[in-house]
C-alpha cells in the first residue's frame, strides 16, 4: 500500500499523517522532516534547502525526487509506506509513478485534508511562535499557499484521472475530530470512495 497525504500548508498532514501511519502500521516518510534534519545538520543539502525554503520557494523537484527515491525502498514491502509532503508538482507525482512502478508498486490512494485559508494561515503564524520555525513568515506562508494553489492541486487532477482513489477531508476540528473523519473514508469499501 503506497498512500499520499496531501492538503496546503498548514491543513494538519504530518499530525494526520503519524496518526494513520499508526494506525495501519505504514512507514511514513515525511519529506519536511527529511529536509529539516538535514538543515539542522548543516549539510550541503540542507543549507541548499535552507536558501529556498527561506525564500518560500518548493525544493527543485530534481532534488525532491532523489531524496524519495532513496527512501522508497524502506517502505516498498507490505504493508508499505505514507509519502507526507510529496509528491507537491505534477513533474513529481509522474516521477513518483515512475519510481513505483520499477518497484512494481503504484499509488493506492490519495488523502486530500481540507481547510479554509484563513484559518491555515492562523495556525501557521501560531506554530512558528511555538516552534521557532523560520520558514513561517506571513509573507512566506502567503508565498506558499499561492504556490500550492498555482502548482500541487493539478496532482490531485492528475490522479484522479489516472484512477487513483482521492479521499478529501474536512481539516476543521481538533486533531481528533479530523482523525475520526480520516479512519471513516479509509475503511470505507472500494466502491464508495471514488467521488
Given at each position: 500500500m503506497i498512500g499520499l497525504i496531501f492538503?496546503?500548508?498548514?491543513?494538519?498532514k504530518g499530525t494526520q499523517a503519524v496518526r494513520i501511519s499508526e494506525e495501519l502500521h505504514l512507514v511514513h516518510l515525511s519529506t519536511g522532516e527529511i529536509l529539516r534534519a538535514e538543515m539542522a545538520r548543516g549539510s550541503d543539502l540542507g543549507k541548499e534547502v535552507e536558501r529556498i525554503v527561506a525564500a518560500g520557494d518548493l525544493v527543485p523537484d530534481e532534488l525532491m525526487d532523489r531524496v524519495?527515491?532513496?527512501?522508497?525502498?524502506e517502505g516498498g514491502?507490505?504493508?508499505?509506506?505514507?509519502?507526507?509532503?510529496?509528491?507537491?508538482?505534477l513533474?513529481?507525482?509522474?516521477?513518483l509513478d515512475r519510481m513505483l512502478a520499477?518497484?512494481?508498486?503504484?499509488?493506492?490512494?490519495?488523502?486530500?485534508l481540507e481547510a479554509p485559508e484563513e484559518l491555515l494561515i492562523e495556525r501557521l503564524l501560531k506554530r512558528a511562535e511555538r516552534e521557532g520555525r523560520v520558514d513561517d513568515t506571513?509573507?512566506?506562508?502567503?508565498?506558499?499557499?499561492?504556490?500550492?494553489h498555482h502548482r500541487t492541486?493539478?496532482?490531485?487532477?492528475?490522479?484522479?484521472?489516472t484512477g487513483v482513489p482521492v479521499l478529501e477531508v474536512d481539516g476543521v476540528g481538533?486533531?481528533?475530530?479530523?482523525?475520526d473523519r480520516v479512519r471513516r473514508v479509509l475503511t470505507e469499501p472500494q466502491s464508495s470512495r471514488s467521488r
Open positions: 492538503g496546503p500548508p498548514g491543513s494538519g524519495v527515491d532513496a527512501r522508497l525502498d514491502k507490505p504493508p508499505g509506506m505514507l509519502l507526507d509532503g510529496f509528491p507537491r508538482t513533474e513529481q507525482a509522474q516521477a520499477r518497484r512494481g508498486l503504484k499509488v493506492s490512494f490519495l488523502l486530500a506571513k509573507k512566506v506562508i502567503e508565498e506558499r499557499m499561492r504556490e500550492y492541486e493539478a496532482v490531485l487532477d492528475y490522479y484522479r484521472r481538533t486533531v481528533e475530530e479530523v482523525f
